[in-house]
Nanobody, 121 residues
Framework: QLVESGGASVQPGGSLRLSCEVSGFDAGDYFLGWFRQGPGKEREGVASIDSDGSTAYAMSVLGRFRISLDNAKRTLYLQLNSLEPEDTAMYYC???????????????????WGQGTQVTV
């Protein structure tokens, strides 16, 4: 089960931190990701992290967003800085068990999804 929180309405240039609590997911190797879907748009990958700590980011958020994982709290985070109106979207976290941990921004690679948290800029 994946449960997101932290979405809100913010002014351009503002910051937010999204959280995703991960439960019932006891995997050895895995990758986790943040996706977003804006009004009338396809769901797109934003950031991903694998069980070795490697990360990947979409070009549109590189340098502004940061993905991190607290294994002790079993919580995935997405720090959003310098927010722009184009960042307005529902943000989803996703998880996938794997034998080859590599971060992925491809939605078809993921089996487990949260319900989303809304970010409005």
């Amino acid at each position: 089960q994946l449960v997101e929180s932290g979405g809100a309405s913010v002014q351009p240039g503002g910051s937010l931190r999204l959280s995703c609590e991960v439960s019932g997911f006891d995997a050895g190797d895995y990758f986790l990701g943040w996706f977003r879907q804006g009004p009338g748009k396809e769901r797109e990958g934003v950031a991903s992290i694998d069980s070795d700590g490697s990360t990947a980011y979409a070009m549109s958020v590189l340098g502004r967003f940061r993905i991190s994982l607290d294994n002790a709290k079993r919580t995935l985070y997405l720090q959003l800085n310098s927010l722009e109106p184009e960042d307005t979207a529902m943000y989803y976290c996703a998880a996938q068990e794997t034998e080859l941990p590599v971060p992925s921004l491809i939605k078809a690679d993921y089996t487990y999804w949260g319900q989303g948290t809304q970010v409005t800029v």
